[in-house]
């Protein structure tokens, strides 16, 4: 069982941990990390395990093994050296990339505030992310919505987190915006995300402390994906 550090501080960028089990295919499992694992539209965090000798190992992603979310594989670079069981190291993220994607998945959060339709799906990357709806019109003129998104940004909202059991989800089905993106559960408790006043909800991704940080927004294609789907994109302004 991997600690998972960044459930708790989104900012850690490194971490001296130990490995305790190698892949078949060459995945390295730690002990505890830094290192986010692809799920819920955010992409696995890339970067480097540093051994003792000074010598590095590139990290190409951090998946959840199987769809395990109880662990996290670190998946290195082609042709990269073995590590030993049991040997220390030191884990660090490509942290430009990784505060990129906590900017850009935070603003998802604030699209989901300006458009409180079901989510069918959502997708975070470095310079773009979206969001899919279950909305059969588009509210509201373009140049409002991206309007609200940035004051929504410049309001500096406080982003926090605070635990629920399965249970309490269970008992408030309004706290699920997502028809698909379903949040890690399956280990007793459920991560919530609460931004300012305006959002609460369950998510397992990292996040930015403050909307401020997400920096200016633009509003990208909104597109018709079907009959009642629509794809919202956001871009970095
Ligand atoms: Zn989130």
Redesign the pocket.
């Known amino acids: 069982m991997t600690e998972f550090l960044f459930r708790d501080d989104s900012y850690l960028r490194s971490t001296p941990a130990t490995v305790v089990a190698l892949t078949e295919e060459g995945g390295i499992v730690l002990d505890r990390t830094v290192f986010y694992a692809t799920s819920g539209g955010q992409p696995g965090d890339s970067g480097r395990l540093e051994r003792a000798d000074g010598t590095s190992l590139e990290i190409e992603v951090a998946v959840h093994p199987d769809g395990d979310k109880t662990a996290i594989v670190h998946v290195p670079a082609n042709g990269e050296a073995r590590l030993e069981t049991g040997e220390p190291i030191v884990a660090s993220v490509d942290w430009d990339r990784r505060l990129k994607l906590m900017r850009m998945?935070t603003a998802l959060?604030l699209v989901t505030v300006i458009l409180p339709f079901p989510i069918t799906g959502a997708a975070v990357g470095e310079d773009k992310g979206r969001v899919d709806f279950n909305m059969p019109e588009t509210p509201g003129a373009p140049e409002v919505i991206e309007e609200r998104l940035n004051a929504l940004v410049e309001a500096a909202l406080p982003v926090s987190s605070e635990w629920i059991t399965e249970a309490e989800l269970e008992a408030n089905p309004g706290l699920m915006k997502s028809m698909n993106v379903k949040p890690p559960i399956g280990q007793g408790r459920v991560r919530l995300?609460r931004i300012g006043d305006v959002d609460l909800q369950p998510?397992g991704?990292t996040?930015v402390a403050n909307t401020l940080e997400i920096g200016p927004l633009r509003l990208g294609k909104i597109e018709k994906k079907g009959a009642i789907n629509r794809r919202v994109s956001v871009l970095f302004g």
């Open positions: 998945h959060h995300i998510c991704g996040h």
